[in-house]
């Protein structure tokens, strides 16, 4: 596996959880890295993104406030610390990433991500 997710599980809303991405890839550090998430019934939608070198990051308008990512390349190691959580935040949350050059914008769109991990499940009870 070269991405493995890990982290989730049930918490109440208004709670916390912080999901994280262990890569085995040796070109991690050269990647951009995302979180994207699938609930029951809907289609994948992008949820956090991060460039490589850590100098840029974008978020989801639904997310923005309540989460941060980030990343630790000498761990091989990306993050998605979730606070304040909501019953809609329900999904399960993958991890993705894709080697890019320095000047690569950062994507937001799953097509831009070549590597993706198994996936955690985020339950929020309301």
């Known amino acids: 596996v070269q991405l493995q997710a890990s982290g989730g599980g049930l918490v109440q809303a208004g709670g916390s959880l912080r999901v994280s991405c262990v890569a085995s890839v040796f070109w991690i550090s050269r990647a951009n890295m995302a979180w994207f998430r699938q609930a029951p019934g809907k289609e994948r939608e992008f949820v956090a993104a991060?460039?490589?070198?850590?100098?840029?990051?974008t978020y989801a308008d639904s997310v923005k406030g309540r989460f941060t990512i980030s990343r630790v390349d000498a761990g091989k190691i990306l993050y998605l610390q979730m606070n304040n959580l909501k019953p809609e935040d329900t999904a399960v949350y993958y991890c993705a990433a894709k080697n890019v050059i320095v000047t690569a914008p950062l994507g937001t769109h799953q097509d831009e991500y070549a590597l993706w991990g198994q996936g955690t499940q985020v339950t929020v009870s309301s």
């Open positions: 991060i460039k490589r070198g850590s100098s840029e990051t």
